[in-house]
């Protein structure tokens, strides 16, 4: 099941709005076929994984990341693809909570006569699906929030000249999550600071995830690089973004971040990245929107500069705490990752 995971991470920031799947079909202690879900209206993870098994996947077991689903959607049920291959066993890491699906792929084999054995790997699994798993349950992407930060809790310092916080080990780590990850957000102030480019280097095959910008003061300047046609412009219901809309970017119109949140579900996007600075990063904490947080600590201190929240005080016991929280030595950095929200 981890080869089934890491065969369906091939998937990751290309399939929405459907699920990274991988699967893999194994005779004895031979894998003999596997395959991964590359994109929507592409054939599913067990359809590639049984045309490379062909004959071999007679009396086989087939380990799949998630429920094969048993509806005709874009493309036919794989659940029946795998009885018509003649697989003894499935072993499955998560169901598919698409109400089109949820438990029917895996009764419908188990009708067929075949064994199936749920719930392996599947903390990994649902981990790996959570933008299909937000979209297709809340009708909106999973929000990672990433910030990098000094041992004295700064993210900039409070003069001009900011240079990076953390390290070239701790930029190539996101550059990995941008690829994986549908979209990418900062805020108007970080476009004005930075002029950040939001695309991904240095990852081979890598692709760019879509670049998400939130302005509600109609105060970017358009030669900004973080404004291109595939951009989604988020902004108030009556800000002037005429000139973005007339150079082709989405422009999303929302009364409150819920709401663009919403709209960004139904332009397909799964997962989001937060890259802003402060003021973005404060405003969906407040809201309640991080679902998971991925922080750099760099090994500086820098006395005066900007906190990554700015959320008011409250007692230590309103703190919210991280679950499954995992540390990481990175280069000189640290870095620390845990959840606010279950999957
Ligand atoms: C699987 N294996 O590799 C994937 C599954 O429109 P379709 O036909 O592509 O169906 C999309 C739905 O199928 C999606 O919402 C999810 O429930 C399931 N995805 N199922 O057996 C796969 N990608
Ligand atoms: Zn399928």
């Given at each position: 099941m981890a080869l089934a995971l890491a065969e369906a991470a091939r998937g990751l920031g290309r399939t929405a709005p459907n699920p990274p799947v991988g699967c893999l079909i194994v005779r004895g202690r031979e894998v003999v076929g596997c395959g991964f879900?590359?994109?929507?209206?592409e054939p599913h993870a067990e359809v590639f994984a049984l045309r490379e098994a062909g004959v071999r996947a007679r009396g086989a077991t087939a380990y799949v990341t998630l429920e094969p689903c048993s509806h005709h959607g874009r493309t036919p049920p794989c659940a029946e693809a795998l009885i018509a291959a003649g697989v003894a066993r499935v072993v499955v890491a998560a169901l598919d909570p698409n109400p089109r699906v949820s438990g029917q792929g895996v009764r419908r084999l188990r009708d067929a006569g075949i064994d199936v054995a749920l719930g392996v790997l599947e903390d990994l699994a649902t981990r790996q699906q959570a933008g299909f798993r937000s979209l297709i349950t809340r009708g909106r992407p999973w929000v990672v929030a990433k910030y990098a930060m000094t041992l004295?809790?700064?993210?900039?310092?409070?003069?001009?000249?900011n240079g990076s916080v953390s390290s070239e080990a701790a930029r190539a780590r996101v550059m990995g999550w941008r690829n994986e990850l549908d979209a990418i957000a900062v805020g108007s102030g970080t476009v004005l600071a930075d002029d950040p480019a939001l695309t991904v280097r240095g990852v081979d095959g890598g692709r760019n995830p879509r670049p998400v910008v939130f302005d509600r003061?109609?105060?970017?300047?358009?030669?900004?690089?973080?404004?291109?046609?595939?951009t989604v412009l988020v902004t108030a219901?009556?800000?002037?973004?005429a000139a973005c809309e007339d150079s082709g970017m989405t422009v999303v119109r929302a009364d409150d971040l819920p709401g663009a949140l919403g709209a960004l579900g139904s332009l397909n996007l799964s997962s989001l990245l937060l890259e802003g600075g402060p003021t973005l990063l404060s405003a969906f904490f407040a809201a309640g929107l991080v679902d998971e947080v991925r922080v750099f600590l760099a090994p500086k201190l820098l006395g005066a500069g900007l906190s990554p929240l700015t959320t008011p005080l409250r007692a230590m016991s309103d703190a919210r705490a991280l679950e499954d929280v995992t540390v990481e030595p990175l280069g000189p950095d640290v870095l620390v990752t845990g959840y606010l929200s279950p999957i």
């Open positions: 879900h590359p994109k929507a209206g004295d809790g700064k993210v900039a310092a409070a003069g001009e000249g003061t109609g105060r970017l300047p358009p030669g900004a690089r973080a404004l291109r046609p595939e219901p009556t800000t002037h973004a």
